[in-house]
């Protein structure tokens, strides 16, 4: 359920959840856990990406694989091969999605975060 707060009537929220950009956009999960983070102005495209991550990465913390996977499939392909590796533990299932988020994205923390994978 999204809710906004005005950083004049709500200074309390924007310090107990450390905002120094606005907007600063939460993602959290039934719990009240903050599993995303989106700090200020980001192009439409671009903002809708990172939005669709956070709710995938709500599903990945709570082991719901498949859903994580659906979501995280809407932007990019590659980012499904890990949900796949962490429902089977088994690391081949990675395949050429560590070389490729280099050759597409070498400078992306996922390439970086990629590489211990890298065949």
């Given amino acids: 359920m999204p809710l906004e ?4 009537e709500h200074p309390a929220w924007f310090k107990r959840f450390e ?22 102005y980001l192009p439409t495209n671009a903002f809708r990406a990172r939005l669709e991550m956070g709710l995938a990465r709500v599903a990945f913390m709570h082991k719901k694989w498949a859903d994580a996977e659906k979501g995280y499939s809407h932007v ?3 980012y499904a091969a890990v949900c796949q590796y962490k429902a089977t533990n088994d690391h081949m299932v990675l395949g050429e999605a560590p070389n490729e988020l ?8 996922w390439a970086l975060k990629a590489l211990p994978w890298a065949h």
Avoid: F, Q
């Fill in 5 to 8: 707060a005005h950083i004049k």
């Fill in 19 to 40: 905002a120094v950009w606005t907007p600063t956009i939460l993602v959290m999960d039934s719990k009240g856990v903050e599993r995303s983070r989106i700090e200020g």
């Fill in 76 to 78: 990019a392909e590659e």
């Fill in 102 to 109: 280099g050759a597409k994205y070498p400078d992306s923390e």
